[in-house]
Each structure stands twice: as C-alpha cells, then as structure tokens.
C-alpha cells in the first residue's frame, strides 16, 4: 500500500511561482512500477497528465504546456516528488494530483495508469 500526501497549492496571480510537494509513505513493491508522476484536474476538464518520471528519476514527460515553466523533481532519500511551477498563467488553475504505481504495460502519461493517488492540492491562478 502506499499513500500519497501532496501540499504546497495555493491561489497565486500570473506570473507568480508555487511549488508542489508530494510525501509518499510506501512502496509499490516493485521498482518497476515506481514512476511518479504529476496530473492536475480543472473544472469540467478530464485529469491531464503534467510531469512523469521513471523509477530512476529520469523525466520522460511534460504536458506541452507547461513545456519550459514547470519542472519535476525527486528526493529518493526523503520520499518526496516535487514541482516547481513558474510563469503560472490562468490556465494552470486545478487540483494537482500526484500518483504512482504504474501498472505493467500502461502508458505513464494516463491517469488511468495508476494505482495510487494522493488527495489532491488547489492551485488557483488570477490574472
């Protein structure tokens, strides 16, 4: 079992920063399905896949737009996944989720992909 606990959301104006953190307490139980990743929700919208990493912290995916404003990142040693969030437009304004426990043969970047969720942070942008 794993649990997931994301913090660090907030209302912000554009331009701003904000960065997320995500504790994980748990193992996957396979190093195989330890990629983590950052999905965020908006109102009215399906949950999009934002940022991915493999097991090793090697980043594979960024949403196009976030491209160049959003990075994700790792400490293995404090169980923590990160994402640094600059140039944040109005747009970027949804819950955050991160996830892990990919499931064999499935696509990292699909939300439907994993097993494990955290509850989710606001991130609210006003122009």
């Known amino acids: 079992q794993v649990l997931l606990t994301e913090y660090g959301g907030g209302s912000v104006q554009a331009g701003d920063s904000l960065r997320l953190s995500c504790e994980v307490y748990g193992d996957t139980g396979s190093n195989s399905r330890n990629y983590m990743a950052w999905f965020r929700q908006a109102p009215g919208k399906e949950r999009e896949g934002v940022a991915v990493t493999r097991p090793n912290g090697e980043i594979i995916f960024y949403a196009d737009s976030v491209q160049g404003r959003f990075t994700i990142s790792q400490n293995k040693a404090k169980n923590m996944l990160y994402l640094q969030m600059n140039g944040l437009k109005p747009e970027d304004t949804a819950m955050y989720y991160c996830?892990?426990?990919?499931?064999?043969?499935?696509?990292?970047?699909?939300?439907?992909?994993?097993?494990?969720w955290g509850q989710g942070t606001q991130v609210t942008v006003s122009s």
């Open positions: 996830a892990t426990g990919l499931r064999s043969g499935f696509d990292a970047v699909l939300p439907g992909s994993y097993d494990f």
